[in-house]
């Protein structure tokens, strides 16, 4: 799985800054598990499309200031997550399944079968 830059959304603009959230990838035998931090992120502005050759993870930031407050210093000038990846054809993405819980996505892609490891029995002749 490799990283990519260049697969923005039709409703995003190139030149729009973006916030790369921390991810670790992590690969078994059976696939792969994304975790992404993102926090600031509720459910609901929480994005991740996969294909057979791509994943992207988008969030909207929500700061949830009260009415009638300004923020006298805003360090996030970003209010946005996007990553994006190229993904290997060994794995499944029509059975990824995601979990997103205090600001972490956990996101699991499973191989296909064909490319998971076999054992082959040997028999004694």
């Known amino acids: 799985m ?3 830059r260049s697969n923005a959304p039709a409703e995003t603009r ?3 800054p ?3 959230p921390p991810v670790d990838i992590v690969e078994d035998d059976a696939g792969i598990t994304v975790y992404a931090d993102l ?3 509720p459910k ?3 994005t991740v499309r996969t294909d057979s050759e791509s994943l992207t993870i988008e969030g909207d930031i929500s700061f949830g200031l009260p009415q009638n407050m300004d ?3 805003a360090e996030v000038q970003a209010p946005r997550y996007r990553r994006s990846f190229a993904l290997s054809r060994e794995l499944d993405t029509e059975k990824s399944e995601a979990v997103f819980k205090d600001g972490v996505l956990k996101l ?3 191989k ?3 490319a998971k490891p076999r054992r082959i029995d040997v028999k004694v002749a």
């Open 2 to 4: 490799t990283e990519t």
């Open 14 to 16: 190139r030149d729009d």
């Open 18 to 20: 973006v916030l790369l």
């Open 39 to 41: 926090p600031g992120v």
């Open 44 to 46: 609901d502005k929480l």
């Open 71 to 73: 923020a006298v210093l």
């Open 108 to 110: 699991r892609i499973p």
């Open 112 to 114: 296909v079968e064909q």
